[in-house]
């Protein structure tokens, strides 16, 4: 099938903005709990009329302070409640938000702030404040720095006190679906990021047909109140569409800025969401953790079959949902439910206990996974999408998950295939363009198409499969074409790696280069009774290499002999944000790593 389209289920908005719906909510249900607010580690409860009246503060206050209507006001900050409030402040007053990883380094932020034109700066904390007062001299049209950790809503509250509610509603009535919400700057995996011009529609399109179409899994049973706990980097698109659904859908928002599994679990049992959004990465470190656990315990076989059970009946119910199949069989019904109390209750009370669905984006998730999930009682809806679409683009439809695929076009969305294979995709959630950059706008956008760069195929139902990006596709000197990702994301599955990237281009054949899960390595010696090895003794030690071998050895199964991987060697450091190699959503920085490890790539192709 070379194009799907799924009719829509919301009818475009041709009014207002994404602050109504604070203003709007507080007016029908004053008193319903609309976000939870961690204070000195105790999750408190926010009504919507609370988060109103603090919105409509935090909007007098940025009048007061001289942001005016289309101003673009940057954030830089961890994920937290007082980003979603600055958000829908500025939105409320027809600013735009320009939000910056808290990670950036000061050549980074100084390219978005001057890019943008920002006018005034909120920061989190004074290692932020001095990253822009060090670029500071070079942005004249940077007027006001705000920090949260320096009182900055307080400031704000105070010196809008004498600015009217009239004044500040004349502002909110005055934006328009075609009014610019934010500028988001891609990634940047290659080259210099580009800012994403999202609109208020984009966002109102994009969240309202997610709310419409997939509303039933945001709940753990029918008829309970719907949350969910925001752990993305509000500055990625993901993080902000599962922000603006959730205000605009009534679901119950609580924010966790921290990914470890020391913060991160703690806040899941305590503020027990009724489902998440997250990356693969987050699925994969909450199996492991099972799995290590079980091991440490003497469990690691019962771990194993229950695992393939969970695989088996949830592969079985996908084939009787499509037709294919009788769905498990009495057999099968009995296993799964003797390890239902053993194993997989544990797996989702380590998520809090409530969640029985999620969604996934960002980057391809394992089929195995997603089904051991399924299995397990978490169904996880995987999607594709780009910050150019505002997020979701695809999604596996409700009670009609193809593990492995990113899922139909969503609601008023059509995806084509070109004659490339490069993936097309046509709706409301579609950007309006790059910043200052016509350029690269007119490279993308085509009559209203959003040409993706990445490479794909549709199955006969619809459902997408992303196969890789064209920018990323290697070519060996033999003239073999090689998708490095399938590759990549096969060899990542085994526990004790972190991180792969294949090389190859312009190379005889392919090699890959791995980088090990600290966490899984140490259970791994500590199993073994091997003693702490430095990380340069630890990648020689041979039995070590036998495991990450059978890593590739099971990549390769998935391609010809001409595009597997030859060889590879395991590295002693990390791939990490803080040294330029990997995007704030974990995806490689290619050139980068391969600059940094120019030594070890030339040593895979020496006789």
């Known amino acids: 099938m070379r194009e799907f389209m799924s009719p829509p289920v919301v009818a475009a908005d041709r009014t207002g903005g994404l602050a109504d719906a604070v203003f709007d909510h507080a007016a029908e249900d004053p008193d319903r709990v609309a976000l939870g607010r961690k204070v000195d580690d105790v999750w408190q409860d926010v009504t919507a009329a609370e988060f109103r009246d603090e919105v409509l503060a935090i909007a007098k206050g940025l009048l007061a302070q001289g942001v005016r209507?289309?101003?673009?006001?940057?954030?830089?900050?961890?994920?937290?409640?007082?980003?979603?409030?600055?958000?829908?402040?500025?939105?409320?007053?027809?600013?735009?938000?320009?939000?910056?990883?808290?990670?950036?380094?000061?050549?980074?932020?100084?390219?978005?702030?001057?890019?943008?034109?920002?006018?005034?700066?909120?920061?989190?904390?004074?290692?932020?404040?001095?990253?822009?007062?060090?670029?500071?001299?070079?942005?004249?049209?940077?007027?006001?720095?705000?920090?949260?950790?320096?009182?900055?809503?307080?400031?704000?509250?105070?010196?809008?006190?004498?600015?009217?509610?009239?004044?500040?509603?004349?502002?909110?009535?005055?934006?328009?679906?075609?009014?610019?919400?934010t500028v988001i700057y891609t990634s940047g995996t290659t080259g210099r990021p580009k800012g994403c011009v999202i609109t208020h529609a984009n966002f109102m399109f994009e969240c309202d047909t997610l709310i419409e179409r997939w509303e039933p899994v945001f709940h753990s049973r029918p008829g309970d109140e719907a949350s969910t706990l925001l752990f993305l980097p509000l500055a990625h698109v993901f993080g902000r569409m599962v922000q603006v659904t959730a205000i605009r859908g009534g679901v119950k928002l609580?924010?966790?800025?921290?990914?470890?599994?020391?913060?991160?679990?703690?806040?899941?049992?305590?503020?027990?969401?009724?489902?998440?959004?997250?990356?693969?990465?987050?699925?994969?470190?909450?199996?492991?953790?099972?799995?290590r656990k079980a091991e440490a315990e003497g469990k690691a076989g019962p771990f194993d079959k229950a695992a393939d059970v969970a695989v088996r009946y949830a592969e079985a119910q996908e084939n009787r949902d499509f037709g294919t199949g009788h769905g498990p069989s009495a057999g099968l019904r009995v296993q799964h439910g003797l390890f239902e109390k053993l194993v997989y209750s544990k797996v989702r009370e380590a998520m809090g206990g409530r969640i029985r669905t999620a969604m996934s984006g960002g980057s391809a998730m394992d089929r195995r996974l997603g089904l051991f999930f399924a299995g397990a009682g978490v169904t996880v809806y995987e999607g594709y999408g780009l910050t150019e679409s505002t997020a979701a683009a695809t999604a596996n439809p409700p009670k009609r998950t193809r593990y492995g695929t990113v899922g139909q076009p969503i609601p008023g969305t059509t995806v084509h295939i070109a004659d490339d294979g490069e993936v097309w995709i046509h709706g409301g959630q579609v950007f309006a363009g790059y910043l200052n950059d016509p350029k690269a706008t007119e490279a993308v956008l085509r009559d209203g198409w959003l040409a993706t760069g990445d490479l794909g195929a549709l199955d006969e139902d619809g459902y997408l499969t992303i196969t890789g990006r064209k920018k990323e596709i290697l070519v060996t000197s033999g003239g073999k074409s090689v998708s490095p990702i399938p590759l990549e994301e096969r060899v990542r599955a085994h526990p004790l790696v972190g991180q792969c990237i294949v090389v190859g281009n312009d190379r005889p054949y392919i090699a890959a280069l791995v980088t090990l899960d600290p966490d899984s390595v140490e259970h791994w010696l500590t199993m073994r009774g091997k003693p702490k090895?430095?990380?340069?003794?630890?990648?020689?030690?041979?039995?070590?290499?036998?495991?990450?071998?059978?890593?590739?050895?099971?990549?390769?199964?998935?391609?010809?002999?001409?595009?597997?991987?030859?060889?590879?060697?395991?590295?002693?450091?990390?791939?990490?944000?803080?040294?330029?190699?990997?995007?704030?959503?974990?995806?490689?920085?290619?050139?980068a790593i391969e600059k940094a490890y120019e030594a070890e790539v030339d040593a895979l192709y020496r006789a």
């Open 69 to 181: 209507f289309n101003d673009r006001v940057a954030i830089m900050c961890r994920t937290r409640y007082e980003w979603t409030l600055f958000d829908f402040a500025l939105w409320t007053v027809g600013a735009q938000s320009v939000p910056v990883y808290p990670t950036s380094s000061a050549e980074q932020a100084f390219w978005m702030l001057h890019d943008a034109g920002v006018s005034s700066v909120l920061v989190e904390q004074e290692d932020h404040a001095m990253t822009i007062g060090s670029v500071i001299d070079r942005l004249p049209q940077l007027r006001r720095l705000w920090q949260l950790d320096a009182d900055a809503i307080g400031e704000l509250k105070a010196a809008g006190a004498r600015i009217d509610d009239e004044t500040v509603h004349r502002h909110r009535l005055a934006v328009t679906p075609d009014s610019t919400a």
């Open 254 to 291: 609580g924010h966790q800025p921290n990914l470890s599994a020391a913060e991160l679990l703690p806040d899941l049992a305590a503020f027990k969401p009724t489902f998440i959004l997250a990356v693969p990465y987050v699925f994969e470190k909450v199996f492991n953790a099972a799995r």
């Open 533 to 591: 090895l430095k990380p340069a003794e630890l990648v020689r030690d041979p039995d070590l290499e036998t495991e990450i071998r059978r890593a590739v050895v099971a990549a390769n199964t998935l391609v010809s002999q001409a595009e597997s991987i030859r060889t590879f060697r395991i590295l002693a450091g990390q791939f990490s944000e803080e040294h330029g190699l990997l995007t704030p959503s974990l995806k490689l920085k290619r050139r």
